[in-house]
């Protein structure tokens, strides 16, 4: 498990000096971001830029002095060599709560994932047009968006990783690493348009290995015709050889002009 504190002066070399510098939207993909570079000791968040710089350091005796102000943060990590397992949402933005969201009508693609076609992070509405609203069934944690079809027959959105910025792959080779994966799925009224959410596993050749786990789809019998999302789980063990995972969205219209399929909080979890 990953241990940060936030703190002003962080034990590292004086000679720290900085990795990278990148857009970000929150403290914990900052964290992520610092946990999955193998050579990062301290990260800073600066909420008002929205950027998280990484500094790498060796673990020896001096300190450096990150000056911050009431918009920004130091993440510094306790037992750095000794975490083999990140514990948190491996996703980024698994929630269409990073970037920006477009109202009805408008598209808005989806942040840190790739993508074809027009998938859109689209606001919970009240407008009555084929989207989630605010108050229908879903996750009680929902935040102000999700993720929507839009004007297409079939539109994607996927995240490809490697496992081994997050897991040790001594212990995935041993057998040892599970995954829980899940997501809120569904779509409006009586329609039958769905979506779909995979997972796939690869080796160090990209050749896959074990295999693919699928969320849905949801179906409009499902959900009783009622506009809504439904949560969809699976778990099980992380495949020897697994080097790589992909984690992909599929959305498919099977009548009409929009893409009605929806889907909000997508997690994937490593675990022993």
């Known amino acids: 498990m990953i241990v940060y504190q936030l703190t002003e002066f ?139 079809g839009q004007i297409s027959s079939v539109t994607q959105m996927w995240q490809t990783e490697n496992i081994t910025h997050f897991v040790d792959p001594i212990l995935i080779d041993n057998q040892i690493i599970w995954f829980d994966f899940s997501a809120w799925i569904g779509g409006y009224l009586d329609q039958k348009d769905y979506a779909q959410v995979s997972l796939m596993f690869f080796d160090r050749t990209n050749q896959t290995v074990g295999n693919t786990t699928i969320l849905g789809p949801v179906l409009e019998t499902d959900r009783n015709y009622i506009t809504s999302l439904l949560f969809r789980q699976a778990n099980g063990l992380v495949p020897v050889g697994t080097r790589f995972f992909k984690v992909l969205v599929t959305m498919t219209r099977i009548a009409g002009g929009n893409n009605n399929g929806d889907v909000d909080n997508i997690v994937l979890i490593f675990h022993e």
């Open 10 to 148: 962080i034990p590292v070399n004086n000679n720290s000096r900085v990795l990278t510098i990148f857009p970000v939207f929150t403290q914990d993909a900052c964290a992520c971001q610092c946990y999955a570079n193998r050579w990062c000791i301290t990260a800073n968040f600066n909420q008002k830029n929205q950027n998280c710089t990484l500094y790498y350091a060796q673990l020896e005796e001096g300190n450096v002095k990150i000056t911050l102000d009431n918009l920004s943060s130091v993440l510094s990590f306790s037992n750095r060599t000794s975490d083999l397992i990140y514990t948190g949402n491996v996703l980024i933005n698994g929630d269409a709560e990073s970037g920006p969201c477009a109202p009805y009508g408008n598209v808005s693609s989806p942040i840190s994932w790739s993508y074809n076609g027009p998938i859109t992070q689209i606001y919970y509405t009240n407008v009555d047009f084929g989207g989630q609203t605010p108050t229908s069934p879903g996750p009680s944690n929902r935040g102000q968006c999700h993720f929507y």
